[in-house]
């Protein structure tokens, strides 16, 4: 029986940016319909990628997961863009992974708020991961909430901050 594991971390390679936007475009744009063709914006120059790579036995690592954190002022941390391989999103496990990884790194870099927009249909998830919603908005035409994580349950690592990955990519 194959052995699959993850894990989780920021993706500086040529290869695995490469993947990280091309799993956003099958699932933002392909499957969900939010943005045609791409859905990159300004937001990427700034913003670190975080994935997940599946590994099992001896087939190469996959990026199966991805988010992205920016540092929006000065200690006011945001997520965006959290998506899982459709073949993937059993049990939740990759999606949490990602939240922790993406929450942890930022309180590591020196964040006092950490905030994201979460589709409707994904709130009750990450309120058992120690979010509060703050607010109901609607993003292109589909309700979200302004969520907030309880950074308590999020501690600091070492992980030094890099330099901005995609700020030459977007």
Known sequence: ???LTYRFQLALSDEKIRAYFALRQQIFCDEQGLFE???R???DQRSYPIVAIAQE???PDRVVGVVRIYEKAPRLWY???LGVHPEFRRGWRIGKGL???AVTTANTWGCDRFLATVQEQNVRFFTRLHW???ETIDILQRPHDLMQADLAFYPAGDQARP???LAEVA
């Open 79 to 81: 997520g965006g863009r």
């Open 163 to 165: 330099g901005l990955p």
């Open 99 to 101: 939240i922790y990884k």
């Open 41 to 43: 914006d300004a937001v």
């Open 57 to 59: 036995d001896d087939q």
């Open 37 to 39: 063709g791409h859905d």
């Open 1 to 3: 029986m194959a052995k």
């Open 132 to 134: 509060e919603s703050l």
